[in-house]
T-cell receptor, first 116, second 112 residues
């Protein structure tokens, strides 16, 4: 158990819908990262938050947005869903400061999103 | 584009054999990390090697780093069925708020 929790574990929805994925980092970790993993694209970095502030953006679509709250949990919002958004979505946390990911990242169990 | 590229894409060996996976990357790095992922589950950090290190050991794992060739290898000795998983390398660059960049992984199957 990494100490990172994600809810829900599975999500099945229809095209055009909007969903919210939730992540709670390990106790004491200020950085939260979101990743998308699909069969053909591998593990893609989406976005990084540090202590409530956005620090880095990767291949995140405009239909997707995220935020990190004062209690450090984070939410990833996916809207106008398309079939191609079906994937595993992971969040990870680390103790290091923004931009200094020297140390390991601890991954949550992921949310499997299926868009029908 | 992916910074790290693992090779081979898939590897199948017998229990007790050694497994070697390679990772190549394109730009200068601060460190390189290896992660393991069991099917459909979260990634687990295995080992981190810094750019000024050449070799590192952790239990049955041995990692090497050749910055002149921009490559790393992960060796798992005396493999076990429980080592069956996907293995990813991830690189951290020197500058800016750049995140870890993961390769597409090597899928290792250890047959009992």
């Amino acid at each position: 158990d990494s100490g990172v929790t994600q809810t829900p574990k599975h999500l099945i929805t229809a095209t055009g819908q909007r969903v919210t994925l939730r992540c709670s980092p390990r106790s004491g970790d200020l950085s939260v990262y979101w990743y998308q993993q699909s069969l053909d694209q591998g593990l893609q970095f989406l976005i990084h938050y540090y202590n409530g502030e956005e620090r880095a953006k990767g291949n995140i679509l405009e239909r997707f947005s995220a935020q990190q709250f004062p209690d450090l949990h984070s939410e990833l919002n996916l809207s106008s869903l398309e079939l191609g958004d079906s994937a595993l979505y992971f969040c990870a946390s680390s103790r290091t400061k923004a931009g200094l990911s020297y140390n390991e990242q601890f991954f949550g169990p992921g949310t499997r999103l299926t868009v029908l | 584009s992916q910074q790290g590229e693992e090779d081979p894409q898939a590897l199948s060996i017998q229990e007790g054999e050694n497994a070697t996976m390679n990772c190549s990357y394109k730009t200068s790095i601060n460190n390189l990390q290896w992660y393991r992922q069991n099917s459909g589950r979260g990634l687990v950090h295995l080992i981190l090697i810094r750019s000024n290190e050449r070799e590192k050991h952790s239990g049955r794992l041995r990692v090497t780093l050749d910055t002149s060739k921009k490559s790393s290898s992960l060796l798992i000795t005396a493999s076990r069925a429980a080592d069956t998983a996907s293995y990813f390398c991830a690189t951290f660059r020197n500058s800016g708020n750049t995140p870890l960049v993961f390769g597409k992984g090597t899928r290792l199957s250890v047959i009992a």
